[in-house]
Every structure is written in structure tokens, then in C-alpha cells.
């Protein structure tokens, strides 16, 4: 229980330095517009226009740095601070959500693979609180003494790797896509502008980089768990 906590910890503080990192780094160019003048949902209606995607809505969402792709609505939500804003971060958080809307649009195997797997990860989420919910109300040595209990969590803490790590693809080819059409379309000026957008979503997918390594250490130390406990039950 002492190493899982630990490791807990340790991504606790890793994700809080990357989304530090990416707050600062939309802040500075949130405050620097774009020569262009356009808004956020301006930027992510003509890269739908220019993929020729027309089912596509794009809608205002409250908060910070909420803005995604819904595949089931067709829905490009963008918060309130990328909406209406022209700000270097505005363009390249909505041309991301773009490239979400272009890879369904293009069926790309990965984001359709994410699509597929979000009830079993949903589902695996609720075990895992119940198992820890136990272990709070103090059976948690009966849990992580049990080969069953360990297999559970094993295989749940294993479909969110999975899922984590092929997030990574889905998450790295959407920005790659809205930076490609930024530059090949001058939406976005070289310099300031252009490297502006690129950092900010650097950072943006270092969060998911973090989240799949922490989900990958879970799952390995669970495993590890089961693997010495079935082994040690074998020679007794």
C-alpha cells in the first residue's frame, strides 16, 4: 500500500508541474492576439470549411481549458476564454479540436479505438473506486493480500494504460494536424505566433504523456504484486 501511495504521489506532483506549465504558457499567449483578428471558433470554422466538413457545431463552453471534441454529437465545444478570444492560444486550442473533428471525420483507427474502449475504462473506473473505497474503510489488507483482489486490480488499472497510452497518438496526430494547417494556410504568422501555438501544445500533450506513464506504473506494480504473490503461493 506504501509503494502505491508513493507512486500516487509522485505523478500527483509531476501533473501538478506539466499543468502548471501549460497554464503559464496559454496565459502568456492568451494575452498576445493574432495578427489575423480572428476569434477561436472563427479559426476552427475555417479549418472545418477547408476539410470540407460541414456536420461539424461549434459551440461556447464555460470554463478553462475545457474545450473537446464530443465524436457521439459532432460537437467542437471551446471555452469561454478560446471562444471569443483572438489570442495565439485561442487559434491553437481550437485548430486542435479540429483535427479531433478530421481524424472522425477520416476515421483514424486510433481516436476510433479510444471511442470503443470508453465504456470499459468508465467501467473499470468504478471498480477501482469500490476496491479502494474498501480499502479506506480498512480491508484494504485483505484486498491487497488477495490474488483476486490484486487481479482486479490489475486488469482495471491495465485497460486504463491501454486506454492512456493510445490516447498519446490520438492526442499528438490532432495537433500535428492543426499546426500543419496553421502554417500551410498562414492562419498564424512564423515567429512568434506560429512557435506560440506550438509550445502551448507541447504542454498540452505533455499532460497526457503524464497521465499514461502514471496509469503504466500502476498497472506494472499491481502486476508485479500479483506476479510474486501467485509465485509464492506455487512454492508453498
Known amino acids: 500500500m506504501i509503494g502505491y501511495l508513493a507512486i500516487v504521489g509522485i505523478s500527483t506532483v509531476i501533473g501538478m508541474v506539466i499543468s502548471g506549465k501549460l497554464k503559464t504558457t496559454f496565459r502568456k499567449y492568451g494575452n498576445i492576439p493574432m495578427s489575423n483578428g480572428l476569434t477561436g471558433a472563427q479559426v476552427a470554422q475555417l479549418m472545418l470549411d477547408?476539410?470540407?466538413?460541414?456536420?461539424?457545431?461549434?459551440?461556447?463552453?464555460?470554463?478553462?481549458?475545457?474545450?473537446?471534441?464530443?465524436?457521439?454529437?459532432?460537437?467542437?465545444?471551446?471555452?469561454?476564454?478560446?471562444?471569443?478570444?483572438i489570442s495565439i492560444s485561442a487559434g491553437a486550442v481550437a485548430a486542435h479540436e479540429c483535427g479531433h473533428a478530421i481524424q472522425h471525420a477520416r476515421k483514424y483507427h486510433a481516436m476510433h479505438l479510444r471511442s470503443v474502449m470508453?465504456?470499459?475504462?468508465?467501467?473499470?473506473?468504478?471498480?477501482?473506486?469500490f476496491l479502494f473505497f474498501g480499502i479506506i474503510m480498512g480491508i484494504g489488507t485483505e484486498i491487497l493480500n488477495s490474488t483476486v483482489g490484486l487481479g482486479v486490480l490489475s486488469a482495471t488499472f491495465g485497460m486504463t494504460a491501454l486506454f492512456a497510452l493510445?490516447?498519446?497518438?490520438?492526442?499528438?496526430?490532432?495537433?500535428?494536424?492543426?499546426?500543419?494547417?496553421?502554417?500551410?494556410?498562414?492562419?498564424?504568422?512564423?515567429?512568434?505566433?506560429?512557435?506560440?501555438?506550438?509550445?502551448?501544445?507541447?504542454w498540452a500533450a505533455m499532460t497526457y504523456v503524464g497521465q499514461a506513464l502514471s496509469a503504466l506504473v500502476i498497472f506494472l506494480y499491481f502486476g508485479w504484486n500479483l506476479l510474486t504473490k501467485s509465485s509464492n503461493k506455487q512454492l508453498a
Request: overall charge negative; glycine content about 4%; aromatic content about 8%.
Open 118 to 129: 470508453v465504456p470499459f475504462v468508465q467501467f473499470s473506473s468504478r471498480i477501482q473506486q
Open 166 to 202: 493510445i490516447t498519446l497518438p490520438v492526442e499528438f496526430d490532432a495537433s500535428k494536424r492543426a499546426l500543419v494547417w496553421l502554417d500551410e494556410t498562414d492562419v498564424l504568422k512564423d515567429g512568434v505566433e506560429y512557435d506560440g501555438a506550438k509550445e502551448g501544445l507541447k
Open 50 to 85: 477547408h476539410h470540407n466538413i460541414r456536420d461539424v457545431k461549434i459551440v461556447p463552453r464555460k470554463g478553462t481549458l475545457t474545450d473537446h471534441y464530443n465524436p457521439l454529437t459532432k460537437t467542437i465545444a471551446l471555452s469561454e476564454p478560446v471562444y471569443n478570444s
